[in-house]
Nanobody, 121 residues
Framework: QVQLLESGGGLVQAGGSLRLSCAVS????????MAWYRQAPGKQRELVATITSRDTKNYADSAKGRFTISRDNAKNTVYLQMNSLKPEDTAVYYC???????????????WGQGTQVTVSL
């Protein structure tokens, strides 16, 4: 009933920038917190950044000062602007959204399929 479609990943040289997008669609009543996670090969999935419905933002230490999370509530879309990328940022990036659907009383977490970000030297 809810789909998250990510885009914007790709290959970039160290020091470059990428902008990820994640559009949420379906039988949506409201979207609460939205977030970006990432998972590098052989590592656990880790939180990168979150943004609440009131636009409160939090970042992992690794993302502070380089990444910016934002959302467009009219488009049900969350973004991740990534600057000064490093090879260690290479990972699959996943979008997460806590969504209340029509007929539901609570919000539930939904995930995107992931988008690959590769940063070369």
């Amino acid at each position: 009933q809810v789909q998250l479609l990510e885009s914007g990943g790709g290959l970039v040289q160290a020091g470059g920038s990428l902008r990820l997008s994640c559009a949420v669609s379906g039988s949506i009543v409201s979207i609460n917190t939205m977030a970006w996670y990432r998972q590098a090969p052989g590592k656990q999935r880790e939180l990168v950044a979150t943004i609440t419905s009131r636009d409160t933002k939090n970042y992992a230490d690794s993302a502070k000062g380089r990444f910016t999370i934002s959302r467009d509530n009219a488009k049900n879309t969350v973004y991740l602007q990534m600057n000064s990328l490093k090879p260690e940022d290479t990972a699959v990036y996943y979008c997460n959204a806590n969504v209340r659907i029509r007929g539901g009383l609570l919000g539930y977490d939904y995930w995107g399929q992931g988008t690959q970000v590769t940063v070369s030297l």
